[in-house]
């Protein structure tokens, strides 16, 4: 699978984006957890931050994953194409078991498609991690 568009420095590039946008993200949520009230009373990094850009900032971590995904290893050969490619197949038979366990557990459990997507980057990254270094 030869799909890779960016160039290997993208990889820190993407990696920064998600981390600097997950904080930010995540954020609200945490801070409604640490003080022990309910979740989504406190909105602190939305109102600093604004409506419009509150809502950047949650797409930016499912584009700072795709970046990473899509940039090129420092070393790309044949080999990490076809790793790439039987990475791809499992992570999409791993997704869809987990989607579909989830919903036989618990019908009520309902997944947006950012997390769907983002369950597939990381689950992605982490199998191809360990079936590189696994090989290698």
């Known amino acids: 699978m030869s799909f890779q568009i960016f160039p290997n ?10 981390i600097v946008s997950t904080i930010f993200t995540a954020g609200d949520p945490f801070m409604d957890g640490f003080k022990g009230v309910e979740e989504g009373t406190h909105h ?6 604004g409506q419009t850009i509150y809502y950047i900032l949650n797409i930016l971590p499912t584009v700072g ?3 990473y995904m899509l940039s090129k290893e420092k070393i790309e050969d044949d080999y990490l194409k076809l790793l790439r490619l039987s990475t791809y197949q499992l992570t ?3 997704t ?3 989607s579909f366990g989830l919903y036989v557990l618990s019908p009520q459990i309902k997944f947006s498609l950012d ?8 689950l992605f990254l982490v199998v191809f991690h360990f079936k590189k270094n696994q090989d290698l």
């Open 9 to 18: 420095w993208f990889k820190k590039l993407g990696l920064g984006v998600f």
């Open 65 to 67: 994953l795709l970046v």
């Open 96 to 98: 869809l078991l987990i």
């Open 44 to 49: 602190y990094f939305k109102d600093f931050l």
């Open 115 to 122: 997390m769907a997507l983002s369950l597939f980057m990381l």
């Open 92 to 94: 999409v038979i791993i």
